[in-house]
């Protein structure tokens, strides 16, 4: 790596020339200017990355120049020093975005040391950047789409964990997308040029998965006519992806034990070690914390598994997120179809939103493609949708109506909560959605909902529903 560049900006020159020697001398390149004035042209320097400024100086000031970096190059690690009786500007300058600062006089060593730190900080920064861009380029390509709370943590959890070979699990409701994770996880970190192999050990039968996992050698058992490799070695430098993993049997956990101890295994019917690199990334539905007190599943592996845990928030969690969902499956699925519909009607759109979904994403996907067939003009409406997202929501049942069936799930909340509880769950959710979908403009969700004003502003009181053009509750 080439030399790292620090631009040193002091009216004194002595100052200037004993800064300048103490970082040259443990391998710096410096730029000098004697005022900020100065100073401003060199921030155009696509290498400079740290600034050492004096606070107080002819002219533009320290402060001043930590201003303006702020707004010119962000990026850029400011270390202001200033003399011990203005410690308080100094901390103003921190507060307005200097990363550290110096009081005079100090040893050349502080300076080498506060310098170290300001390029550790520009590094990090930089790092998190790029995580950040490889992630929501995820994002954008339809693995993660939603700017709800749940899902913006979602996406720090895998810039956090994304650039370490730590093994991570990821638990959550089956549909979730908890492999749109885990490969995320896998594109934004250091092995996204290597392999992504993943395997559903729920989809393969258990007399197979071991071969599968491990490969075999020709003659192992009967058809076995060549050696063949197993998932293991196919992911070799790269992330394998363990599905369900929880319906691993006991046998195969423990030798997928020491993979993960070891790096090596052996494949089926052969005693060569065969050595691996690669990271596991291993998903569950279930709580394997009480498959483990039920005795299946080993506490030693998971407690290998679960160095990292990322929950995937249920769909019904993230309410505000399902329009957005709706529209990025309407645009993949009609482009497979070769329908001309271009979008939800308001109402399609609150009625997708005041549904529970306990098929998650994967149930939504579903809905939309079946609401797409059923489709006839340029919008999906309410009566597109699929009958199960209409029969959650409450009727009023009139003299000659038949109230329509609830479905098994309702029957269940029903249980639970209450009729009086699961209605204010239902007309929380009709509210919510359509105070989402109107940006929450109150008078326009009223009419969206066919209440008056007043009768919406007296329900977001009973139940609690604050709304801030943000809504919460």
Request: hydrophobic share 40%; charged share 30%; glycine share 6%.
């Amino acid at each position: 790596m080439s030399a790292r560049t620090v631009l040193i900006v002091d009216d004194e020159r002595n100052m200037l020339l004993v800064m300048q020697m103490a970082l040259e001398e443990v391998g710096y390149r410096v730029l000098t200017a004697e005022r900020a004035e100065d100073a401003l042209g060199l921030l155009r320097d696509p290498d400079l990355d740290v600034i050492v400024s004096d606070l107080k100086m002819p002219g533009m000031s320290g402060k001043d120049l930590v201003a303006r970096c702020q707004r010119d190059r962000p990026d850029l690690p400011v270390i202001v020093a200033t003399a011990y009786g203005s410690i308080r500007s100094a901390i103003d300058c921190i507060q307005a975005g200097a990363s550290d600062y110096l009081t005079k006089p100090f040893e050349p060593e502080q300076l080498q040391i506060a310098v170290e730190r300001a390029v550790h900080l520009r590094d990090l920064l930089q790092e998190n950047r790029q995580l950040q861009a490889a992630v929501s380029g995820a994002y954008r390509r339809g693995r993660l789409v939603g700017d709800s709370q749940p899902m913006q943590r979602l996406r720090e959890q895998i810039a956090q964990v994304a650039p370490y070979k730590t093994n991570v699990l990821i638990t959550g409701e089956s549909g979730t997308g908890k492999e749109a994770v885990a490969r995320s996880i896998h594109e934004a970190g250091p092995r996204a040029e290597h392999p992504w192999v993943a395997i559903n050990c729920a989809a393969i039968p258990r007399d197979l998965m071991e071969s599968e996992l491990f490969g075999y050698v020709k003659g192992a058992f009967t058809g076995a006519t060549q050696n063949r490799l197993g998932r293991l070695e196919q992911a070799n430098g790269g992330t394998l992806f363990l599905d369900e993993i929880s319906d691993l049997e006991l046998g195969l956990q423990a030798k997928l034990l020491r993979v993960l101890q070891e790096r090596e295994f052996s494949p089926v019917g052969s005693d060569a070690i065969r050595r691996v690199d690669l990271r596991i990334i291993a998903a569950s539905n279930r709580d394997l914390a009480e498959a483990v007190a039920a005795e299946a599943f080993r506490a030693d592996l998971l407690y290998r598994l679960d160095v990292y845990h990322i929950r995937v928030p249920p769909l019904r969690n993230r309410v505000d997120d399902i329009p957005l969902l709706a529209e990025a499956f309407l645009a993949e699925l009609r482009a497979e179809m070769d329908k001309p519909v271009t979008g939800f009607s308001d109402q399609a759109l609150v009625a997708l939103s005041g549904y529970h979904w306990p098929g998650n994403v994967r149930e939504l996907r579903n809905a939309v493609e079946r609401s797409l067939l059923s489709a006839s003009g340029e919008l999906i409406r309410s009566g597109d949708l699929p009958d199960r997202v209409h029969r959650q929501r409450p009727a009023p049942v009139g003299d000659d109506d038949e109230p329509t069936p609830l479905s098994s799930e309702s029957l269940d909340e029903l249980d639970a909560a209450g009729l009086d509880g699961w209605l204010a769950d239902a007309e929380r959710r009709m509210i919510r959605a359509a105070l989402t979908q109107c940006g929450g403009v109150q008078a326009q969700a009223a009419r969206l909902l066919g209440i008056t004003e007043r009768s919406l502003w007296h329900r977001l009181k009973k139940l609690d529903i604050r709304v801030d053009r943000s809504v919460r509750g």
